[in-house]
């Protein structure tokens, strides 16, 4: 999985579905989720904590132009693309992390990706977890 | 039914395969529930059980059944087995050799009640092999004979240690019914030492984890073997069964607590300390999974 340590900056609440901004080295992402019956106690503003995602849910773009609805936008260099006979992985660099992106050989060879092209990765909001980020010197 | 609350307080230096290992248990087990001890091999658990059955003595400490002290090092008590009204059976058991199955059961009754070793054998399946001698049976024979002789005395508190690890998947999933029909039945306290996630979900109403002689966690299944430091709403916890590399992933076969078999995309990074039958979580988002009719 993906995982970028972020500090959750607001969370806007409606019945039971939470729409948590949090921002990764200065850069806002968003993640959808449904309530707790029992709020999480590490789920407040200010609070540091893990986005996670899955690799398949990351899509990749080239020269993206127009708007599109995915929150979610990282601007990334490709490092490495390790193709298999339908599925791939590309390993990108994302500010100072490394993320991994899952998609169709067939969409890499269209997209034409070498190492060191810019790409955006995109992933939506509904697809990304918060995680409680283990905490140093708790058993 | 008597209310009997086990209180457990006790340490004991155990000398494991991995050299010293101190095991400290403080908690209280509830009057009619089947607990579930769970953990690693040599985390402390069959020990915990024999300290309960009065087989081995902890270092120090305090075990009470309700207000019977069995075993408190200050004062110096130490009931013997015999007077703590259990019934146990554990790995080593042994069946009495020259007693046929009927035998074996009605000398473990306190009372000798034909009626109700007929019951027992009958609800163990043991009715075409009542007059066998114990080294005409199968291994799993032999552990069915062992549990009814076990639940014989009417115990009120019964230990097992693994009771139904000789048996094969279709008796197992029937004796654990006949394990949760004769705790019912008897309104007994039950404590289980037990490996298999499935058979946990199944029986247990309490869950006991124990890694290291320390005890990790405690409560309801479904509580103890959920994740609440991730948000995905959708938790299914469960047992790596197969793991199949399909360059550039790996698709990871989990059995569920429920039986049910669900397959995982995973990347090597998420393989990197998972390995075939560990206990895994398997999350995804309640927006994901799609909801549809059945039949």
């Known amino acids: ?139 | 039914m008597e209310n009997h609350l086990i209180h457990i307080d006790i340490e004991k230096l155990m000398h494991t395969a991995n050299g010293p290992m101190k095991l400290t248990v403080k908690t209280e087990i509830g009057s009619g529930e089947l607990v579930a001890l769970f953990g690693p091999s040599g985390a402390g658990k069959t020990t915990l059980l024999r300290i309960l059955s009065g087989l081995t003595d902890p270092d120090k400490g305090v075990v009470k059944f309700g207000d019977t002290v069995w075993y408190d090092s200050e004062k110096k008590i130490n009931l013997p087995s015999q007077q703590r009204n259990i019934g146990f059976m554990f790995q080593d058991y042994a069946l009495f050799p020259n007693m046929t199955v009927e035998e074996n059961i009605l000398f473990a009754q306190t009372v000798k009640d034909a009626k109700a070793a007929s019951e027992l054998i009958s609800i163990f399946g043991l009715n075409e092999l009542r007059k066998r001698k114990p080294s005409k049976l199968s291994g799993g024979q032999k552990q069915r004979v062992a549990l009814a002789r076990a639940l014989a005395r009417k115990p009120q508190l019964l230990l097992l240690d693994e009771p139904l690890s000789a048996l094969d998947a279709e008796m197992r999933v029937m004796l654990q019914d006949e394990i949760r029909h004769a705790h019912e039945l008897l309104g007994t306290t039950t404590i289980m030492v037990s490996h298999d996630l499935n058979e946990v979900f199944r029986l247990a109403s309490h869950v006991v984890m124990i890694e290291n002689g320390e005890i990790k966690k405690t409560g309801k299944p479904e509580t103890v073997f959920s994740d609440n430091t991730i948000s995905g709403k959708v938790q299914i916890t469960g047992q790596i069964a197969r793991i199949e590399r399909q360059d550039p992933i790996n698709i990871v076969t989990v059995i569920s607590g429920s039986n049910q078999i669900i397959k995982v995309i995973a990347f090597d990074s998420d393989l990197e300390n998972l390995k075939l039958g560990d206990q895994v979580m398997v999350y995804t988002k309640a927006f994901n999974p799609i909801i549809s009719k059945l039949g």
């Open chain 1, 1 to 139: 999985m993906n995982k970028l340590p972020a500090i959750i900056s607001s969370i806007q609440q409606s019945g039971t579905i939470l729409l948590v901004d949090a921002e990764v080295e200065g850069q806002g992402f968003s993640a959808l989720l449904i309530e707790s019956v029992s709020r999480l106690e590490w789920l407040e503003v200010g609070k540091s904590i893990d986005l996670v995602f899955k690799e398949t849910e990351v899509s990749l773009a080239r020269n993206l132009q127009g708007q599109i609805s995915m929150r979610n936008r990282m601007k990334c260099n490709v490092l490495k693309v390790h193709k298999g006979e339908l599925l791939s992985t590309i390993t990108l660099k994302f500010k100072s992390f490394t993320l991994v992106s899952a998609i169709t050989t067939r969409s890499i060879n269209n997209l034409k990706l070498e190492i060191g092209d810019e790409v955006d990765a995109l992933v939506k909001a509904n697809e990304v977890s918060l995680m409680k980020t283990p905490q140093a010197g708790i058993k």
